[in-house]
């Protein structure tokens, strides 16, 4: 053991060296908590967050009703019972579109399914709210 060393461990040079990184971060210290109701995070663009079925620009919605969100599906989120336009039999729309969104696992299957873009995954990531229904 030579000079060096043994002077380390006699002055607890590792134990200093901690201390030292300790205080550095008392005395720098910027928190990055969010205040949270008030401060919001940034999502990242590819967030999947709840489900949302997309309407066009006048209003009506784009689902085809061709089932295939409902297929894709691995945990039956979805159920659509499509229908014909009347006086147009190879047009179809969703007549019920109903999602529950208790078993949603988020993986975005449905949304690859869609052949005409309607569904979307949204970035709300906040459910709950501050008022009771009654």
């Given amino acids: 053991m030579n000079i060096k060393e043994w002077i380390k461990t006699l002055t607890f040079y590792e134990i200093l ?25 940034s999502l990242p663009s590819n967030y999947r967050g709840m489900l949302a079925l997309l309407r066009y620009d006048d209003g009506t919605e784009k689902c ?44 975005g299957l449905c949304v690859q399914a869609c052949p005409v873009d309607a569904l979307g995954m949204t970035q709300e990531y906040e459910w709950a709210v501050y008022d009771a229904i009654e």
């Fill in 17 to 41: 060296l901690g201390m030292k990184a300790t205080m550095s971060h008392l005395l720098h210290y910027k928190p990055i908590t969010l205040q949270y109701p008030h401060e919001k995070r």
């Fill in 64 to 107: 085809v009703g061709c089932d295939l969100c409902e297929a894709a599906c691995p945990s039956r989120v979805i159920r659509v019972v499509s229908a014909e336009v009347p006086g147009e039999p190879t047009k179809r729309y969703s007549k019920e579109y109903d999602m529950d969104m208790t078993r949603c696992l988020f993986c």
